[in-house]
């Protein structure tokens, strides 16, 4: 019998905040509202030490550095409730998304989120962008046992859909995304945002600026393997 040849794209896997929609703003919103202004650091600040970090961590760390009153529970529950609240409103997703998502179904691709993001904000997001539909598997942060960097999310990611890590491409904003996605074996293209240096992308297979650049060779052809 002769040996198999290499991996062809079977899926893409999708993060979504920064991605899917651009989402900083209304977690920016959020933060202030919920820690106050004894949270001194700007937007910048806080978007570049805690990008692609999950929410709960974020705010671990502001009431620790802070010493805000209160417990981390109380935080957290005020940050879901807003959030959740939010979600509750239609929302724009990124332009070009859905003849994106269109372009892949057609070409055989089978699509699912992998977010750092609690499974109930996942949900509720895709609902506010009437995105849901498109995607056979979304999952949250809080579904796997470690998050981004580690590349537990995209391996299970690719298990839920029942297709090898190495035939999957991911589309990640940030590099702990980027990391994860290498880790689990999979191609990445990185979304080029203002808030990341292109350079610290650039252990990604491919950098895109928007979706009319998203690489539809990788998608006819044998996966790289490096």
């Known amino acids: 019998m ?5 991996p062809v794209v079977r899926a893409v896997v999708f993060d979504m905040d920064g991605v899917l929609v651009d989402s900083k703003p209304l977690h920016l919103a959020i933060t ?10 700007d937007d910048a600040t806080l978007t570049r030490e805690f990008l692609g970090r999950p929410a709960g961590d974020m705010l671990a760390v502001m009431v620790r550095r802070h ?7 109380e935080y957290q529950a005020r940050y879901d409730a807003r959030v959740m609240a939010r979600l509750a409103e239609p929302r724009a997703p990124r332009p070009g998304t859905v003849p994106l998502l269109a372009e892949l179904r057609r070409r055989g691709c089978r699509l699912a989120v992998a977010s750092s993001s609690e499974q109930r904000w996942v949900d509720a997001m895709l609902r506010a962008l009437g995105l849901s539909a498109w995607f056979e598997v979304a999952i949250g942060g ?6 981004k960097p580690a590349p537990d999310i995209y391996l299970l990611a690719a298990a839920r859909l029942g297709v090898s ?10 590099p ?13 293209v990185a979304f080029a945002t203002p808030e990341v240096d292109t350079r610290r992308l650039s252990e990604a297979h491919r950098v895109i600026q928007s979706f009319q650049d998203f690489p539809f060779d990788l998608t006819d052809a044998p996966l790289r393997t490096s």
Do not use: K, N, Y
């Not at 002769?2 to 290499?6: D, E, F, K, L, W």
């Not at 202030?32 to 650091?41: C, M, Q, S």
């Not at 809080?142 to 998050?147: F, G, H, K, Q, T």
């Open 165 to 174: 890590p190495a035939s999957c491409v991911a589309v990640e904003d940030s």
């Open 67 to 73: 010493g805000l009153p209160g417990t981390l529970s």
């Open 32 to 41: 202030r509202e919920v820690l106050g202004p004894a949270a001194t650091e």
């Open 142 to 147: 809080d579904a796997a046992a470690r998050r």
């Open 176 to 188: 702990l995304g980027v990391e994860a996605a290498r880790a689990a074996g999979m191609t990445v």
């Open 2 to 6: 002769g040996r198999a040849g290499p």
